[in-house]
């Protein structure tokens, strides 16, 4: 998989490669992270990307002419590449699209800054438009690093242990069960006896009660899902 992320600001990305699975997965061919600054194509003096915002309002946006030149010159490259822009105004980036994202072969995240970016770079380059929260942050670039993260998880053998995709919250309706390690007691709290007692099925039963416990006080909806799924199998 091929990322390249289209950024004023490198620095704020880079560093979350440096260390752990992704690292490892660069390491090992499995990921080849590249970057394409829209400043370096602004055909202004001054190489200015930002204006102010037609229609009044408070704030910059990111003009047209770079990012669409920029982006221009990445399909011209790749015209297979799946361009994301990261945006407030967008659905929620959830599982299954991470699943779904993880078998294409590049993807361009298109991260704004100030007050957005021109809407007619985003309808005419725009492959797909996430959004990661109902909260406005000071750029693309996180919210860029939580999608790729997330995407990256599902690509065959970045994670060392496929397995446990299988096991994550989101994998069905309901939130995973706790999770606990050694030692068996800390600071007078216990590990639940039955994890202990090596009942395999008493073991998934007892992680499925604490997985539904646990969706109904954060995720009541997601508890839902879960039961009308189960009602509609049976």
């Known amino acids: 998989m091929t990322y390249t992320f289209v950024t004023l600001f490198k620095n704020l990305v880079e560093g979350y490669f440096q260390d752990s699975i992704l690292k490892r997965a660069i390491d090992g061919a499995l990921l080849d992270i590249q970057y394409l600054n829209p400043r370096d194509f602004s055909e202004s003096k001054h190489s200015k ?10 704030g910059m946006v990111m003009n047209p002419q770079p990012l669409y030149d920029a982006l221009s010159e990445l399909k011209k490259n790749d015209e297979d590449v799946h361009i994301v822009f990261v945006t407030p105004v967008a659905k929620a980036f959830n599982q299954n699209d991470a699943k779904r994202l993880a078998k294409k072969s ?34 693309g670039e996180l919210a860029s690093l939580v999608i790729c993260d997330a995407v990256s998880r599902n690509i065959g053998g970045v994670l060392g242990n496929s397995e446990s995709l299988s096991i994550e ?46 969706t109904k006080y954060f995720r009541p909806e997601q508890l839902l899902k879960h039961r009308t799924r189960i009602s509609y199998e049976k």
Request: aromatic share 10%.
């Open 169 to 214: 919250s989101f994998e069905t309706p309901l939130l995973e069960a706790p999770s606990f390690s050694k030692p068996q007691i800390y600071k007078k709290s216990s590990v639940p006896s039955e994890y202990l007692k090596g009942n395999h099925s008493k073991i998934r039963s007892l992680k499925l009660a604490l997985s539904e416990n646990k």
């Open 49 to 58: 990307v930002d204006d102010t915002a037609v229609g009044g309002g408070a």
């Open 106 to 139: 590049h993807i361009a995240f298109v991260s704004g800054r100030y007050e957005g970016i021109d809407e007619r770079v985003i309808e005419t380059f725009a492959d797909e438009v996430f959004s990661i929260g109902d909260y406005i942050l000071t750029g």
